[in-house]
Structures are given as structure tokens and as C-alpha cells.
Nanobody
Framework: QVQLVESGGGLVQAGDSLRLSCAAS????????MGWFRQAPGEDREFVAS????????AYADSVKGRFTISRDIDRNLLYLQMNSLKPEDTAVYFC??????????????????WGQGTRVTVSS
């Protein structure tokens, strides 16, 4: 089992930056691939970014490439999402997720076994 707790969301203006954090705990947290997904009101959950357990591979949604950076601190079991040049369309609840298949930076929500409760990000224009 892996437990995930996100933090760092808030209200910002377009063009601002924000860093989300996700604290992972549990027996398999270290060997899990991890990802960020987001869900805007009335829309489906969508992939944002992911990273393998050994931080050697990452993946990004086209909509955030060049603006968002995913990283993790293996020793502290922390996952981060640095978000720069935020846009109003980035407004959503952001979820941290962990996948038992740690060597693949999956972009598919159904391949993630554990989810956090989410942290809200609101970007005003």
C-alpha cells in the first residue's frame, strides 16, 4: 500500500509559478512510478506528468511541456510538480498517483494503483 498526500495548491495569477508537492509513504512507495493528473470542473481526469521510480524517465502532456517539470526526492519520498507560466486553463484539482509498475512513466490513469486526495489550483486571468 502507498499513501499519498498533496500540498501546494492555491490561487495565483496567469504567468505565475507554483510548486506542488506529494508526500508518499508505504512499503512500496520508493519503487513506484509516480505521476500528476488533473481534473477541471465538468471534465475528465487528464494526465499531466509522470516519472519512473529511479527518475531516469519522464513524460509530459503536450499542454504542459516546457512549462511544468516533474521531479522526485527518492530519499525523502517526495514528488514535485514545478508549474511555471501558469494559464487559466491550468485551473484544476491536481492529483498525485503512484503505480506499482515503477519502470514505466505511464500516462494512463488506470495504470496507477494509488491516488491522493488532490490539491486545488486556480489560475486567474
Amino acid at each position: 500500500q502507498v499513501q499519498l498526500v498533496e500540498s501546494g495548491g492555491g490561487l495565483v495569477q496567469a504567468g505565475d509559478s507554483l510548486r506542488l508537492s506529494c508526500a508518499a509513504s508505504g512499503r512500496t512507495a520508493v519503487t513506484s512510478a509516480m505521476g500528476w493528473f488533473r481534473q477541471a470542473p465538468g471534465e475528465d481526469r487528464e494526465f499531466v506528468a509522470s516519472i519512473t521510480w529511479n527518475v531516469q524517465s519522464t513524460a509530459y502532456a503536450d499542454s504542459v511541456k516546457g512549462r511544468f517539470t516533474i521531479s522526485r526526492d527518492i530519499d525523502r519520498n517526495l514528488l514535485y510538480l514545478q508549474m511555471n507560466s501558469l494559464k487559466p486553463e491550468d485551473t484544476a484539482v491536481y492529483f498525485c498517483a503512484a503505480a506499482d509498475r515503477g519502470w514505466v512513466p505511464s500516462t494512463l490513469a488506470y495504470e496507477y494503483n494509488y491516488w491522493g486526495q488532490g490539491t486545488r489550483v486556480t489560475v486567474s486571468s
